[in-house]
T-cell receptor
Framework: KAGVTQTPRYLIKTRGQQVTLSCSPI?????VSWYQQTPGQGLQFLFE???????NKGNFPGRFSGRQFSNSRSEMNVSTLELGDSALYLC?????????????FGPGTRLTVL | SQQGEEDPQALSIQEGENATMNCSYK?????LQWYRQNSGRGLVHLIL?????REKHSGRLRVTLDTSKKSSSLLITASRAADTASYFC??????????????FGKGTKLSVKP
């Protein structure tokens, strides 16, 4: 089975722009979660989608949004980029998002905001 | 906010030695998971231990869980240079059945010298 894929792998944007990141889960997985990783804050949960519905959301401003499509692929969008948004964005998929499910992570998208 | 806190923050050992990393958490959990991350790349799932389990093995890995102390340890035996990575513990919030919200510690950076 193919693993979780994320595109693009690297992005450079300037302040004020917006960006869309994409995540394709493992085939058959219906839950997709997004995380932001920075040296200062570590790994922080952004949101989780299951069957095209946002089920959980972390403590991030409304500039961060996401969606999930009927094939379970997910996108996240960050509008009005700030320097502090520079981070590694990781998505993870699991079968159903249950506590007993393992989350499988993609390689991440490295976003640099100048 | 961080749920898990790993200790030590950094660990340097020689190949062949054992490496022990500890994780403490604050609230009750369903499961605790350990992940490995190589140099800013995606996370690789290592092992999941349920709250009703005390010890689990997987190859050279041994994980213990003490729910009374809210702590877990990861032991890597006979370490190899390829084990050089950051290791994170992750816990879920004990609510409902969704694990969409995994809470990560800041990680232990392990360096194994050949």
């Amino acid at each position: 089975k193919a693993g979780v894929t994320q595109t693009p792998r690297y992005l450079i944007k300037t302040r004020g722009q917006q960006v869309t990141l994409s995540c394709s889960p493992i085939s058959g997985h219906r839950s997709v979660s997004w995380y932001q990783q920075t040296p200062g804050q570590g790994l922080q949960f952004l949101f989780e989608y299951f069957s095209e519905t946002q089920r959980n959301k972390g403590n991030f401003p409304g500039r961060f949004s996401g969606r999930q499509f009927s094939n379970s692929r997910s996108e996240m969008n960050v509008s009005t980029l700030e320097l502090g948004d520079s981070a590694l964005y990781l998505c993870a998929s699991s079968l159903a998002g249950l506590t007993s499910d393992t989350q499988y992570f993609g390689p991440g998208t490295r976003l640099t905001v100048l | 906010s961080q749920q898990g806190e790993e200790d030590p923050q950094a660990l340097s050992i020689q190949e062949g030695e054992n490496a022990t990393m500890n994780c403490s958490y604050k609230t009750s959990i369903n499961n605790l998971q350990w992940y490995r991350q190589n140099s800013g790349r995606g996370l690789v799932h290592l092992i999941l231990i349920r709250s009703n389990e005390r010890e689990k093995h997987s190859g050279r890995l041994r994980v213990t869980l003490d729910t009374s102390k809210k702590s877990s340890s990861l032991l890597i035996t006979a370490s190899r240079a390829a084990d050089t990575a950051s290791y994170f513990c992750a816990t879920d919030m004990n609510y409902g059945g969704s694990q969409g919200n995994l809470i990560f510690g800041k990680g232990t950076k392990l360096s194994v010298k050949p």
